[in-house]
C-alpha cells in the first residue's frame, strides 16, 4: 500500500480552474493506460485509487509550489504511475504544462483507525435525480454511516476476492465534521455538481485486529462514491482519547 505525492510549479500562471479533478483523473487513466495496465479495470466499474485535493488551493503562480497526492492499495499501480511520471519530470492538466519540482513514493505504517479527510466524501441519495447526501439539508448521519459501510464492504471484497468479509460494527464511531462543499464535474461534454463533505476526525475507537487490513485498504482505496475522480481521501492522523 503506496503514495505519491508530487510537487508542481509552472514558470507561468496556471488559473485554479486548471486543478480539476476531471483533469486529473485523467492524467491517471493515461498514464495507467501507457503503462499497459487498463485490463485491471476493465471489467469492474470500481477504481482502487483516488487522490487528494489541490494543495494549497487557488491559481498557480511562478515561483509558487502546489501538491497532490495518489494512493491505491495497489502498489504495482502506485510504481507504475511513479515511473511514468519520473520518465519526463512534466504533467499536462488538461492544455497547461506543469514541470514535477518533486515526486516521492511513500508508504504509511500508522494504524489506521483515525483519518482527517483530503478531498470531500460523496454519498448519493437518488444518482438519477443527481441527489446526494447533505449536512445541510439535515439528512440523517446514521444514512450516510451505513452508506459508506455498505459501499466499502464491497469493494473491499472485489479487490481481495475474500467473499466471506463481513463487518458488523459501525465504521466510524466518532466523527467531528468540518464543512460541505460543492463540486463541479464533467462527463461526457456535460457539466454537473456533486455534493460533497469534509471532516476534521473519522475514528474507529476500537479496532479489531482482524479489521486492520480493511481499513487499510480503506486509507489507500478511499471511502464513498466516485473515489476515482479524487473523493473520499483520508490521510492517517494520531488522536489521543
Do not use: C
Not at 462527463?187 to 469534509?198: A, C, D, L, N, P
Request: proline fraction near 3%; avoid cysteine.
Amino acid at each position: 500500500m503506496s503514495r505519491i505525492i508530487i510537487t508542481l510549479n509552472s514558470k507561468t500562471k496556471i488559473p485554479a480552474d486548471e486543478f480539476n479533478k476531471y483533469y486529473m483523473n485523467s492524467l491517471i487513466h493515461n498514464l495507467l493506460r501507457d503503462a499497459g495496465i487498463d485490463y485491471l479495470h476493465a471489467s469492474n466499474r470500481f477504481r482502487y485509487f483516488t487522490f487528494s485535493d489541490f494543495f494549497p488551493s487557488g491559481p498557480l503562480m511562478p515561483g509558487d509550489e502546489k501538491k497532490i497526492i495518489i494512493s491505491s492499495p495497489d502498489v504495482d499501480m502506485i510504481k507504475m504511475l511513479f515511473e511514468a511520471i519520473s520518465k519526463d519530470n512534466f504533467i499536462y492538466l488538461g492544455e497547461s504544462r506543469l514541470d514535477v519540482a518533486d515526486l516521492k513514493m511513500f508508504n504509511l505504517n500508522k494504524r489506521p483507525n483515525a483519518f482527517i479527510t483530503g478531498s470531500p466524501i460523496v454519498i448519493s441519495k437518488d444518482n438519477r435525480k443527481n441527489l446526494y447526501f447533505s449536512i445541510r439539508n439535515d439528512d440523517s448521519l446514521s444514512f450516510f454511516l451505513t452508506r459508506l459501510k455498505q459501499n466499502a464492504v464491497k469493494r473491499y471484497i472485489q479487490f481481495t476476492g475474500k467473499t466471506g468479509f463481513t463487518f458488523e460494527d459501525v465504521i466510524f464511531d466518532k466523527l467531528l465534521f468540518n464543512k460541505e462543499v460543492s463540486v463541479r464535474l464533467r462527463k461526457m461534454g456535460r457539466e454537473f455538481f456533486v455534493i460533497g463533505s469534509t471532516w476534521r476526525l473519522l475514528k474507529k475507537e476500537r479496532l479489531s485486529y482482524r479489521y486492520i487490513d480493511f481499513y487499510r485498504f480503506l486509507m489507500d482505496a478511499g471511502i464513498g462514491e466516485k473515489v476515482s475522480m479524487g473523493f473520499g481521501f483520508l490521510n492517517p492522523v494520531n488522536v489521543h482519547g
